[in-house]
């Protein structure tokens, strides 16, 4: 899916001219919620959705229309708390704990039953249902996309999935695609599963691979697993929850992640905001995007390195907020408001004037400045990766944004 990086870089492309865009529209409750929506409908790659957040934002797919079942179709959207996206479908989260679906139906990743696509949005059925659906999915209270996948947190603290499923993404101890939701396995768990997954706080997806952060701290991951985004010390792919090992450990690992904050999937590696407010990475790392200060891809956790710093780094990144990426690049929201990027940096989207890829942190500029720059973005409050550009919420209200307007092909 995506885009050879060593490709775009012996394309011969003049150098990118770079913007960081400024908005500061000011938006009632109900004027935001039908922004976002709208954006979605160009938005997608896997992102994370919370009552009250917004998602990161993706590139997508135009969905196509197909014959609706009117049964299924809600007389009026009501209330949305969130939103999220994937590749050509999206998800909203509505105020009653119902979960809508609307785009490309491939695989069955809106989970309605059966694989037609739709430009409007359709409830998602219960679990356990088969088409035409009479029950659908309540009690939700976070929602999450990968690609072709999606998933839901319930207010009883278990997890259900549906959709693509030939890398175990869904959780339930199989491989084909899922119509409709299914329950994710309890660690240790073989299919057929005796128990769910219980205990989690809050849930990530991108590309191929799920995480889920548990209310005692630890993390787990299930799915893909091919760069050692899983971070159980293996490169094996997991049809059932496998334990996030610690920093240092090495497979069969004893320890494991514990005081995990947040955490998020960026596709190819996974990242998480630990104990005294550390970040730790995982997975993939050909053009930095761990920032560890190597190219070595990781399969158990490793602490990103302090800005500046160069490996071996003997000081980390530290007061971290948030963490957020997209397959080749990361960043990270401080707590001064500022913001440290690092990784693939072709088109500019680290943010620091320049187009080096960065294998240790770099602070992002303030809107307006060259490299070297004198001044630095503050005042953010949430921030959210794409595969070609970032942006970040101001808690002006605001919104800033960075990268190349040069096409990367």
Request: glycine content about 12%.
């Amino acid at each position: 899916m995506e885009e050879s990086m060593d490709s775009r870089q012996s394309a011969g492309n003049p150098e990118p001219t770079f913007v960081m865009a400024v908005a500061r529209r000011r938006w009632s409750a109900a004027g935001l919620v039908a922004a976002l929506l709208a954006m979605v409908l160009v938005t997608g790659a896997g992102s994370t959705g919370y009552a009250s957040e917004v998602p990161a934002e993706r590139a997508a797919e135009s969905a196509v229309a197909a014959e609706p079942v009117i049964r299924q179709v809600p007389a009026g959207l009501g209330a949305v708390t969130a939103i999220a996206a994937g590749v050509g479908h999206n998800l909203a989260l509505r105020s009653d704990g119902t979960v809508v679906a609307w785009g490309w139906n491939t695989y069955g990743r809106l989970g309605i039953g059966h694989g037609e696509n739709y430009l409007t949005p359709v409830q998602v059925c219960a679990v356990g249902e088969t088409a035409p659906c009479r029950r659908f999915l309540t009690g939700v209270i976070a929602i999450a996309v990968g690609t072709f996948h999606s998933v839901a947190l319930l207010r009883d603290r278990t997890v259900v999935a549906w959709g693509w499923n030939i890398r175990g993404q869904v959780g339930d101890g199989t491989h084909p695609y899922r119509l409709t939701p299914v329950q994710v396995c309890a660690v240790g768990q073989v299919a057929p599963c005796d128990e769910p997954l219980r205990g989690v706080r809050a849930v990530s997806a991108n590309g191929d691979t799920t995480l889920a952060q548990l209310t005692d701290g630890t993390a787990v991951a299930w799915g893909s697993n091919l760069y050692g985004q899983l971070g159980d010390g293996t490169s094996v792919d997991r049809r059932t929850p496998v334990q996030v090992c610690a920093v240092g450990q090495v497979a069969p690992c004893d320890r494991f992640l514990t005081g995990v904050r947040s955490l998020a999937v960026a596709g190819r590696h996974s990242m998480a905001v630990v104990d005294n407010a550390l970040a730790v990475t995982w997975g993939s790392n050909q053009y930095g995007q761990l920032g560890d200060g190597t190219t070595l891809d990781r399969h158990t956790p490793v602490q990103v390195c302090a800005v500046g710093q160069v490996a071996p780094c003997d000081r980390f990144l530290h007061a971290v907020r948030a963490v957020a990426g997209h397959f080749t690049q990361s960043m990270a929201l401080l707590g001064d408001g500022s913001v440290a990027t690092w990784g693939y940096n072709r088109l500019g989207q680290l943010g620091d004037g320049t187009t080096v890829n960065r294998l240790t942190p770099v602070r992002v500029c303030a809107v307006g400045q060259v490299a070297p720059c004198e001044q630095l973005l503050y005042g953010v409050r949430q921030i959210s990766a794409g595969a070609n550009h970032n942006a970040a919420q101001l808690s002006s209200g605001g919104v800033v944004s960075w990268a190349s307007t040069t096409s990367a092909s």
